[in-house]
């Protein structure tokens, strides 16, 4: 079958960092997003990784490892408004999401 | 530039009625996928559509349909309301089909079957 892993709730404080890992077992892996979604919002696309290594925009890094099937999202300097929902997805011959990982940030 | 809009924003039903609900994709994007998104459950996959033909499809019933225009707007079609079809149903659109694609959302239409 196909399954994504990641925790379903993280906390931190304001200014920490915080990783999120996600692990993959899919039939077919072209590469894995992230995804943000604030509640009662719609997801937006934080970044891809095709390829092992590291992804950084801004405050927000990606991770890939495809020998291990497995993937972070790191989240430095947090402020309030990252507290939200952050989804990985593989995408195959479709996009296969994750259930997500609740993040709250607390002053 | 206009993101993906979709219409309505809520919709209220009953078991056994049929729903459509309506994407229109970010200009240029030629490809729109659907999603259904339960509460506290990561988005599902339902359709893609590419150059108006079907170009995948999620592991959901025949209830399901979907099709795309020649403007590249999309309609989903649901029939037969069952209540576990109460979600949010997400569009999305890309400018292509695969790849390093990047989905953009639309807001969703929230959908009550009682």
């Known amino acids: 079958g196909q399954s994504l892993e990641q925790p379903s709730e993280v906390t931190a404080v304001e200014g920490a960092i915080v990783q999120i890992n996600c692990t993959y077992q899919t039939s077919g892996f072209y590469g894995l997003s992230w995804y943000q979604q604030h509640d009662g919002g719609a997801p937006t696309f934080l970044s891809y990784n095709a390829l092992d290594g590291l992804e950084e925009t801004g405050r927000f890094s990606s991770f890939l490892s495809r020998s291990d099937s497995y993937g972070y999202l790191l989240l430095q300097e947090l402020q309030m408004k990252d507290s939200a929902s952050y989804f990985c997805a593989v995408r195959d011959d479709k996009l296969i999401f994750g259930a997500g990982t609740r993040l709250a940030v607390h002053p | 530039d206009a993101g993906v809009t979709q219409s309505p924003t809520h919709l209220i039903k009953t078991r056994g009625q049929q729903v459509t609900l309506r994407c229109s994709p970010i200009?240029?994007?030629?490809?729109v996928s659907w999603y259904q998104q339960v509460l506290g459950q990561g988005p599902q996959f339902i359709f893609q559509y590419y150059e108006k033909e079907e170009r995948g499809r999620g592991n959901f019933p025949d209830r399901f349909s979907a099709r795309q225009f020649p403007n590249y707007s999309s309609e989903l079609n649901v029939n037969a309301l069952l209540l576990g079809d109460s979600a949010l149903y997400l569009c999305?659109?890309?400018?292509?089909?695969?790849?390093?694609?990047?989905?953009?959302f639309g807001p969703g239409t929230r959908l009550l079957v009682l």
């Open positions: 200009s240029g994007h030629k490809s």
């Open positions: 999305a659109s890309s400018p292509w089909t695969s790849g390093a694609e990047t989905q953009y």
